[in-house]
């Protein structure tokens, strides 16, 4: 049909017993195919495989004729694997009927279902039969190497499968204790130039499954598409959705309302209340607030005046130090708009929703240039408080080279070092991701091999980017988790921050601001391989578990019946106390309730799918060192801080290990 064919061979239960047997097979399959313009073959049994090479390798060594599945790297021993493009189904197979070239239609890919992915139906077969064969890493049958998204509709999937937007085979995580679900795995696209992830742990959704329990993303209106977080999640078999069935929801921050709406298994990317991170004038009376009270240890932010209310303040500040340069910026801007570099005589307006910040006069520079480091964070919660560093980051450099004359405080190329700026510039060079340091944007890896060739210790400047990111997400810890109690949700939300450093001459990180919707567009290789992978990354940490939504909802409507008819009372968790929690030197000792086992699984599940993530809070080594800069010492914490600090593992005495703990 179409100028294709379909061949369709099912041994799972009956191998071919005669030698004579699997030979008749491959003959058979030689002559059916000779006249398919297009051809989907697939076969089980590794004796069916070994019998056809020849006649197969053969078949697509010819001009014009169809390629096949790299079978040879997979375990083809009880395969089942189907064809395409289905012709009458007969005895002998009849010859299909011829089509012009444009207006035949691409065979659809086959599909192989077993313990393992799907088969990358883009290369030529191979197979050899000598060699061992090995279990395979998950593939996709589709090409990223563009970084435009992902279109589902124009695969086309066997008739026997019910879900046909999607060729992906969908993976799923197994978790590493007993009590906890599988999580879907994300894999990386080709464009990341990853190697595999581990998947000693990793099993695939059955068909019956992936209908059950579809894996769909919504992205809101209101918010801007970007291509690195719809290819991060097509690549690994979710489909996009305009309604409420969606797992990931990828919006603007919502509202203590919203999410009490949310399913247990329903993920949005922000945190409620996170404005009081993401705007400057917000961000800098946190800071400012945690600095009266613990003096030099919150020194991690420029002096900072917020408009109109600081505008005497700041006059009088000028006043007094008349060389001091100043920087203006908008309180909820971005991008570089309506920065202003300030000298003594530079008149500054009273108005409102600006900042000024004192200029930090003498930055580390590299060939002359100004820089700064946009790094990413993700929190996976706030109660209790998770930190995670991604390894990988981006140094934005100015286009001009650096003077602190103040002659030239106008020249924005020099002063300013957003990408969406200098980009506008003549001498902005794109970096091609070649491995080498050059052009206007680098990886945080070749920073590092810089300043190590100027004999600097990288690790060392590391750990005090890690200071700085830590007291500032503790410094708007009460208002997230205040905002977060309204609506009795606390594992719903994840979110990724971009962090704007500024390191200076004795490489001093300072915080510039904190983006909570840092921009994920690609403009260059690197860009696609960074922000990709940190997607991918991000992902994979939230843990997003597929679920039956017709069952859910079934139990959920059970309950609430059931509760206003007083059969089931409200579910409440066991006495919480904190200072009875305290009081115990060790978890054993205590009788801690489901919730409290809940909140310990999270955490060590969460690490073992960290990928490039590092987990800089809470650790062994720094819980007592921070633990005195939160205001309010919660339940959850403290007993998160206990189970890291005890020398014996409460959850092995409670729950099976399923799997050994190794990060993925």
């Known amino acids: 049909r179409e100028g294709g064919a379909q061949i369709k061979f099912e041994d799972q239960k009956s191998k071919p017993k005669s030698s004579q047997a699997v030979p008749a097979l491959a003959t058979s399959i030689r002559n059916d195919v000779n006249n398919c313009k297009h051809l989907s073959i697939s076969f089980s049994g590794s004796r069916l495989a070994d019998s056809t090479e020849n006649s197969l390798a053969k078949r697509t060594n010819k001009a014009g004729s169809p390629e096949l599945s790299n079978l040879n790297e997979f375990a083809l021993e009880g395969f089942r694997i189907e064809a395409v493009n289905q012709v009458p189904r007969n005895r002998s197979i009849q010859k299909p009927k011829r089509v012009s070239p444009e207006n035949s239609k691409p065979p659809s890919p086959a599909f192989i279902r077993r313990k393992l992915p799907a088969i990358n139906t883009d290369s030529p077969i191979k197979l050899k039969p000598t060699e061992e064969v090995k279990a395979p890493q998950p593939t996709a049958p589709c090409d990223f190497d563009s970084d435009a998204p992902t279109s589902a509709s124009d695969i086309q999937r066997p008739k026997t499968l019910t879900r046909s937007k999607s060729v992906k085979s969908v993976m799923l995580l197994e978790p590493v204790y007993s009590a906890s679900y599988p999580t879907v795995f994300f894999e990386y696209p080709p464009q990341c130039r990853k190697e595999p992830r581990d998947c000693s742990r990793v099993t695939p959704m059955s ?3 992936l209908n059950s329990k579809p894996l769909n993303f919504r992205i809101s209106d209101n918010v801007h598409t970007y291509n690195s977080v719809v290819n991060a999640l097509k690549y690994n078999g979710f489909q996009q959705v305009s309604n409420s069935t969606y797992n990931v929801l990828i919006a603007s921050v919502p509202k203590p309302d919203f999410l009490r709406e949310l399913s247990a298994f329903q993920k949005t990317n922000h945190f409620p209340g996170i404005w009081n991170l993401g705007r400057k004038d917000n961000l800098w009376r946190n800071i400012s607030k945690m600095k009266r009270k613990f003096g030099k240890e919150y020194e991690i932010c420029p002096l900072t005046f917020i408009l109109p209310e600081d505008y005497k303040r700041f006059l009088n500040e000028r006043e007094e130090r008349p060389k001091t340069l100043w920087i203006m910026k908008p309180s909820a ?15 500054v307006a009273k108005r409102n929703g600006q900042v000024i910040s004192k200029y930090v006069s003498k930055p580390h520079t590299i060939n002359g240039f100004k820089y700064d480091l946009r790094l990413y964070v993700c929190v996976t919660s706030f109660d209790p408080l998770r930190i995670y560093f991604y390894k990988e980051g981006l140094v934005r450099f100015a286009t001009e080279a650096y003077t602190g004359d103040k002659k030239h405080i106008k020249k924005r190329f020099m002063h300013l070092t957003n990408f969406s ?12 991701d070649s491995g080498e340091s050059q052009g206007s944007k680098w990886s945080l890896e070749e920073l ?7 004999g600097e210790n990288f ?14 997400c503790i410094s708007v810890e009460p208002h997230v988790v205040n905002t977060l109690n309204q609506c009795n949700k606390r594992n719903c939300c994840f979110e990724t921050y971009g962090f704007d450093i500024l390191l200076d001459h004795k490489l001093k990180p300072w915080l510039l601001e904190v983006n909570v ?6 403009s260059s290789p690197l860009d696609k391989r960074i922000k990709t992978s940190l ?13 039956d939504r017709k069952n859910y909802d079934k139990v959920i409507e059970s309950q609430k019946t059931n509760r206003l008819l007083g059969i089931e009372k409200n579910p409440k968790l066991n006495y919480r106390n904190v200072n009875t929690l305290a009081s115990y030197t060790t978890l054993e000792e205590a ?44 339940y959850n914490n403290l007993l998160l801080w206990k189970h890291m600090k005890s020398s014996h593992n409460i959850l092995l005495h409670n729950f099976k290990r399923l799997h050994e703990a190794k990060p993925v």
């Open 207 to 209: 068909l019956q499954e």
């Open 333 to 347: 801007s971005s991008c570089g708009r309506g920065i202003k570099i300030l000298s003594k005589k530079t008149h």
């Open 421 to 432: 700026v200098n980009k506008k510039s003549d001498k902005f060079v794109k970096n091609q």
């Open 448 to 454: 590092k091999a810089e300043l190590e060739r100027l």
């Open 459 to 472: 690790e060392e400047v590391l750990k005090r980017i890690y200071d700085v990111i830590i007291k500032t």
């Open 517 to 522: 919707s840092p921009s994920l567009s690609s």
């Open 535 to 547: 997607m991918c990354d991000t992902f994979n940490l939230a843990g997003i578990v597929p679920y």
């Open 591 to 634: 009788e801690l309730s489901e919730e409290d086992f809940q909140v310990l699984l999270d955490t060590e599940e969460e690490f073992y799918r960290k990928g490039f993530f590092r987990r800089i809070f809470p650790n062994k080594s720094n819980i007592d060192y921070y633990s005195q800069f939160f205001p309010v010492t919660r």
